[in-house]
């Protein structure tokens, strides 16, 4: 028995020539290349970049509110519907509006978090949220950073871990920062401590917005 693709003897009992591949019994396709199999196409590959990191740029105040750069992701708690949103900054004006509602509200200034990478599962896994005067502004994943747009004047800021099992929930230190034209632009990260059969550790430090990546 020969390949019908090929034309190499395929021995007896063979389910597939071992030449080509083609699965025995495959009926032949006509061919423009006579005498052997048609050459696969060949693509060109373009290069894909890999995408550059943001480079750092501090905000600008108008009137005593922030402006961020546009592209630059936010996050925020709509004081009108207490939507929790996560968006895009689309242009040049102090106005941050709620994706649920619409509206949109000036600010005075960011906080930028930064979670810390760390190696152990335990650590990588766990869920942490963001509290903020007693507001949940959601999760901070490992590895990632978040810009938060807080209004003028004092806030406890905070880390709390969701329970899991055989873990329980979890507190961080906490800081008590002023938001105002002066302090407009405030950091922190967080490690993840590992503790051994015990709920792993929150650390919140503050640090420079120079070192939070990506923001």
């Known amino acids: 028995m020969n390949c019908v693709k090929c034309g190499k003897a395929v021995a007896e009992g063979n389910r597939f020539c071992m030449f080509c591949g083609t699965p025995v019994g495959t ?5 423009a290349h ?3 199999p048609a050459p696969a196409p060949v693509t060109q590959q373009t290069p894909v970049a890999a995408p550059a990191a943001i480079p750092y740029a501090p905000p600008s105040v108008q009137g005593g509110n922030i402006i961020i750069p546009a592209g630059r992701k936010y996050r925020i708690v709509c004081p009108d519907c207490h939507w929790l949103c996560e968006d895009i900054k689309r242009d040049a004006t102090p106005g941050f509006p709620c994706s649920s509602c619409g509206k949109a509200y000036a600010y005075g200034g960011q906080l930028l978090l930064y979670r810390m990478g760390n190696g152990m599962p ?3 896994m766990l869920h942490v949220d963001i509290v903020i005067d007693g507001v949940v502004y959601g999760e901070i994943k490992n590895t990632e950073a978040v810009r938060i747009m807080l209004s003028n004047g004092t806030h406890i800021i905070g880390m709390t871990s ?5 873990y329980s929930p979890n507190q961080s230190n906490q800081f008590q920062i002023v938001i105002g034209p002066q302090s407009n632009n405030l950091a922190f990260k967080l490690s993840i ?8 550790g929150l650390e919140l430090r503050q640090c420079d917005p120079r ?3 990506g923001i």
């Open 27 to 31: 009926q032949a396709q006509p061919s």
């Open 34 to 36: 006579p005498g052997g």
């Open 122 to 124: 335990s650590c990588a």
């Open 162 to 166: 969701r329970p899991a099992w055989p």
């Open 193 to 200: 401590v590992y503790r051994y059969m015990a709920s792993n």
């Open 211 to 213: 070192e939070i990546p």
